[in-house]
């Protein structure tokens, strides 16, 4: 335990328990179905605990033996592993196993999304109802903030593939090319599986919405 959570840490006398509130509560008070509720959520949220810091500690080992390998064959080889921005793909001996490391840009928006969005609605309006439908389902998906309140990036970006002849429209798609500011980089290590025999790689899902 760190010094700041050892400070912010508060004694609880014995026979009592602290609620969401900061609030001592008296044991015998508590139901027992809220204390099979803390139990499951506990005991969850302490296994999840320790299955993210085992992901942190693969991707940190993973990420340092990838780079020793790289190091070795430029060293030894004169080869240098790795595409653009350092992507690189190594595979077992038997083809068996692929891991990836990729890198790839973090991407947010400035407040030219706005006027872009603005731009991209007037367009909506001003022509034929009826034959904008399936566009208008587009937008409204494209402008959709997710549960943080953030737009989906590769569902903005997909406005710049439709290509429409009109000014306006042209206009609030270089106001959405200038909204676009690249922030940071993102590594990711992703390892897949040759399935049976074929030349098909199966991901290894590694987040728990894909198992």
Avoid at 105 to 125: G, K, M, P, Q, Y
Avoid at 144 to 164: C, E, H, P, T, Y
Wanted: glycine share 6%; proline share 2%; aromatic share 6%.
């Amino acid at each position: 335990m760190t010094d700041t959570q050892q400070s912010l840490s508060v004694e609880i006398p014995a026979g009592f328990v602290m609620n969401a509130a900061g609030h001592l509560v008296p044991e015998h008070q508590v139901r027992e179905h809220d204390k099979l509720r803390d139990g499951v959520a506990r005991d969850l949220g302490n296994a999840a605990e320790r299955i993210s810091a085992s992901l942190a500690e693969f991707k940190k080992q993973a990420l340092a033996d990838i780079a020793d390998l790289i190091a070795v064959s430029s060293d030894r080889y004169g080869v240098k592993l790795g595409g653009q921005k350092g992507n690189v793909s190594i595979t077992t001996y038997d083809g068996e196993y692929k891991i990836e490391r990729a890198y790839a840009d973090r991407i947010v928006f400035t407040e030219e999304i706005l006027a872009a969005r603005e731009l991209i609605n007037n367009c909506i309006s001003t022509w034929s109802e009826g034959a904008n439908n399936h566009l208008r389902v587009l937008v409204d998906r494209a402008f959709r903030a997710n549960k943080q309140g953030q737009l989906m990036v590769k569902d903005v970006l997909s406005l710049l593939r439709v290509d429409i002849d009109d000014p306006v429209w042209r206009t609030a798609m270089q106001a959405l090319k200038d909204s676009i500011q690249v922030n940071g980089t993102a590594v990711y290590i992703r390892v897949y599986k040759r399935h049976d025999n074929t030349d098909q790689y199966v991901p290894i899902n590694l987040t728990l919405a894909g198992v």
